[in-house]
């Protein structure tokens, strides 16, 4: 062991993936060394830690680690209206492609952005989504990166995404050949919605599931609520549900814990990377399931 931290009681599930903002306290090096310690085989990374590294010395330390890049998070923002902007907006999403093709993960999580100030028309900003999505995915194809649209919780439609259920991220990927653009479907924001089942089965048999992520729905939200996702556990979702609907409808990927939690990342990243291993296994393992 590198550290202190006691190691989860079991190696990690195959298709278990921690998501790098889970432990952002955590620098990369500590996180990789903690993730071969712990029998973790996947991680999900983010683009500013992962530039503030260096892309292509990031690479070489996952690679060497023997780690699966799950997905890179994020591409999206694009709802700007400026051609200026827009333009900007859509140089930054192929930069994001290339660090996931330099990466090696074939998934690039795309947020699709809120409102630009002063608008308030939600159909006009999705189409502007869409009309992002004609340019960036045969650049993807090329790369062998897949985009996969992140519906957000309603709360957040006016400042992250206009995009705010599962129905609404499917039509903005079904013009596009499956294996280049889907979806990914996030518990903490998609666990009200009662559309959802039927829509995964949909995606699922068109093979249009591309990432899947997980975390907990507590009260009281914090302020801005950015911050609110709950250890696996802690709150309303039903993680074995969830489980069980993925996997009927055909998604055998990673399973990729992705929490936002300030006391979380007050505490010490091995620790709470031990206790996310046990929580999920608790909470998703065979005997929950």
Same mark, same amino acid.
């Given at each position: ?7 989860? %009681? ?70 700007? #209206? ?15 492609? =290339? ?8 998934? /690039?999580?795309?947020?699709? !952005?809120?409102?630009?100030?002063? =608008? ?6 999705? #189409?502007?989504? %869409? ?25 957040? %439609?006016?400042?992250?995404?206009? @995009? ?14 499956? $294996?280049?653009? +889907? ?42 609520? /950015?911050? !609110? ?18 996997? +009927?409808?055909?998604? %055998? !990927?990673?399973?990729? @814990? ?10 010490? !990243? ?11 296994? $608790?909470?998703? +393992?065979?005997?929950?399931?």
């Amino acid at each position: 062991m590198t550290g202190t931290a006691a190691a989860p %009681a079991a190696a990690a599930p195959a298709e278990f993936s921690v998501n790098q903002m889970t432990v952002k306290q955590l620098p990369l090096p500590e996180l990789v060394a903690a993730c071969a310690d712990f029998g973790i085989r996947g991680v999900g990374l983010w683009r500013e830690p992962v530039r503030a590294y260096g892309v292509e010395a990031a690479a070489k330390l996952v690679r060497d680690a023997g780690l699966t890049v799950t997905t890179l998070c994020r591409g999206g923002f694009l709802t700007a #209206a400026e051609p200026a902007e827009r333009a900007r907006a859509l140089a930054d999403n192929r930069a994001a492609v =290339d660090e996931a093709a330099a990466l090696g993960t074939d998934t /690039l999580v795309l947020v699709p !952005g809120g409102l630009p100030p002063g =608008d308030r028309d939600l159909p006009a900003a999705r #189409a502007r989504v %869409a009309a992002a999505l004609v340019e960036l995915a045969p650049y993807a194809a090329a790369r062998e990166v897949r985009l996969a649209v992140e519906p957000l919780h309603p709360m957040y %439609a006016a400042d992250r995404s206009v @995009v705010s259920t599962l129905a609404q991220a499917l039509a903005l990927a079904e013009p596009f050949p499956a $294996e280049r653009v +889907g979806v990914c479907v996030d518990t903490y924001h998609l666990w009200w919605d009662d559309t959802v089942p039927d829509l995964v089965v949909r995606a699922g048999a068109a093979g249009r599931l591309h990432a899947f992520q997980l975390a907990d729905w507590t009260t009281p939200l914090p302020h801005g609520a /950015l911050t !609110g996702r709950g250890p696996l556990g802690d709150g309303a979702v039903d993680f074995a549900h969830w489980r069980r609907l993925m996997a +009927g409808a055909g998604y %055998a !990927g990673p399973v990729e @814990v992705e929490l936002f939690n300030e006391e979380l990342w007050a505490r010490d !990243g091995r620790e709470v990377l031990a206790e996310t291993v046990r929580r999920y296994a $608790e909470v998703c +393992g065979p005997r929950a399931c």
